[in-house]
């Protein structure tokens, strides 16, 4: 199953409400992917960075990744968010493989 980045930042608001009341977000990630028939990885935090934190999922093809940040987005809690495709070693071997085959695409000098 293809594996996605989802990087994200809390709003103001969902900070409070963490504060005031902590809660296991990890638990609320993999019932959203559950649904959409998607696996979490896991899910880290990064305060102080340019997103708060990422979450590494599984989701069986990228509209379905989509629409899962697109549900999550919807909730309201999030200020920012980034959707990456990862991609494996061995993804990216194939990957190189198959741009060797690539014809020349060169530009040409003026004569």
């Known amino acids: 199953m293809p594996l996605f980045l989802a990087q994200f930042a809390y709003s103001p608001a969902a900070w409070s409400t963490f504060i005031k009341a902590p809660q ?3 638990a609320t990630s993999e019932a959203l992917l559950k649904h959409f028939g998607g696996r979490l990885v896991g899910l880290y ?12 999922f599984e989701a069986p093809d990228e509209a379905t990744a989509a629409a899962i940040e697109i549900a999550d987005v919807a909730a309201g809690h999030l200020s920012r968010n980034r959707l990456t495709r990862v991609f494996s070693a061995d993804e990216a071997r194939a990957m190189l493989l198959q741009a060797a085959t690539a014809p020349n695409m060169t530009p040409k000098s003026a004569a």
């Open 24 to 26: 296991d977000r990890a």
């Open 45 to 56: 935090y990064t305060p102080g960075a340019e997103y708060d934190g990422f979450a590494l």
